[in-house]
């Protein structure tokens, strides 16, 4: 059991039995958990510390991942949890609120938890349009991804929702699900172009502004209009904005490209010294199998650059008693 201590320097919670970790790792999605377990496997001491909200949990299915295909997504995040357990990795269900350089991984509570590197796999956030019907449906037949969830609506009366830019891409990505696509124009203004590409796809394009989904009996019905006007519908898509969680990131200093997101090497390395980061984190395309090699690729990185300092330690080791010499 962990037992909690005092700390002289910062009245800060080390966890006794918690010192001398070699990796921390936040979040246990599929990267932070694929991660763990090549580093478990690799011999590495390593804490997964996780609050608890993975990005896919309002869906009942999860598709795309080969061998798991049509897995709950939290059945898979078990499977992990138990593997991991199996190389010696704990686990805890806790919120990661500071990082600080060294490294202090400070939970939620007060505890600290030193590392020698940290890999941050804390996903992102999707945040909805403000439409009524849409935050209860989110993951069910309110959906963003046609490759997760277009071949379970396949050949059904579909929209696509104007509420992001993206969402023109994805109404002539979805035409490939189903014939029947019509486009919500909402408030998103459409150039010559949009519309060209839209119609030549066999995209309906509806104006006018949407009032609310209609739900009934478990299930997306359609949209009702503002002015009024049903649109039956058997599914919706949207296309949410997404927010990397990232913040335990930027305050460790890791810079950002013009698009908004944390700049890392293709194995997750940071900008900053032994800070590495993974999956959705840094990378809004990342499906559940990708954020999973993702996650592999920066426990291999990490591995290395431990194996290159334990290396060099040795060797000043080796220098300061004479032994080189002898
Ligand atoms: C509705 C929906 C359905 C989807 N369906 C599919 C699908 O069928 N197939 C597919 O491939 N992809 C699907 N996706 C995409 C999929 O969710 C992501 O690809 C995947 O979750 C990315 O994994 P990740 O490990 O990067 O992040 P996540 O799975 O989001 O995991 C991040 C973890 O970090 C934790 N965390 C965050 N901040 C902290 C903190 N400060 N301290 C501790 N822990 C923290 C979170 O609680 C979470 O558990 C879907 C997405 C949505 C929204």
Same mark, same amino acid.
Do not use: F, K, L, S
């Given at each position: 059991m962990m037992k909690a201590m005092n700390r002289d320097d910062a009245g800060a919670r080390h966890m006794a039995d918690d010192q001398g970790h070699d990796v921390v790792v936040v979040g246990a999605g599929a990267a932070g958990l694929n991660a763990a377990l090549l580093l478990g496997r690799a011999r590495r001491k390593v804490v997964v510390i996780d609050a %608890?909200?993975? *990005?896919? +949990? /309002? +869906?009942?299915h999860m598709h795309g991942f080969l061998s798991r295909d049509g897995l709950p997504p939290a059945t898979l995040l078990e499977l992990g949890r138990a593997e991991i357990a199996r190389y010696g990795v704990r686990f805890l269900r806790r919120r990661v609120e500071e990082i600080d350089h060294g490294f202090s991984v400070r939970l939620e509570g007060g505890e600290v938890i030193d590392a020698r590197r940290v890999l941050v796999t804390t996903g992102l956030r999707d945040e909805l349009p403000d439409l009524p019907g849409i935050r209860e449906r989110w993951g069910k037949d309110v959906l963003h991804c046609p490759y997760c969830h277009g071949y379970e609506v396949r050949d059904q009366p579909l929209a696509v929702l104007g509420t992001h830019p993206g969402a023109v891409h994805q109404a002539l990505l979805l035409r490939q699900w189903s014939d029947d696509v019509i486009f919500l124009q909402h408030t998103l203004s459409l150039t010559a172009e949009d519309r060209e590409r839209l119609e030549g796809r066999g995209v309906r394009i509806v104006e006018g502004a949407i009032g609310h989904i209609v739900v009934e009996g478990d299930r997306v019905r359609g949209i009702e209009l503002a002015d009024g006007r049903a649109v039956p519908r058997a599914a919706v898509f949207l296309f949410p904005r997404m927010v990397p969680r990232d913040e335990l990131l930027t305050r460790l200093g890791c810079a950002k490209n013009d698009t908004g997101w944390i700049v890392a090497d293709r194995? %997750? *390395?940071? %900008? #900053? /010294? %032994?800070v590495w980061a993974a999956g959705n #984190?840094?990378? /809004? *395309? +990342?499906q559940v199998v990708t954020a999973a090699g993702m996650g592999s690729a920066a426990a291999f990185a990490i591995n290395a650059d431990l194996v290159d300092e334990d290396v060099q330690h040795a060797i000043e080791q080796r220098r300061a008693t004479g032994a080189a010499d002898r």
């Open positions: %608890g909200e993975p *990005r896919n +949990a /309002p +869906a009942q194995t %997750g *390395r940071t %900008g #900053v /010294p %032994g #984190v840094i990378d /809004p *395309r +990342a």
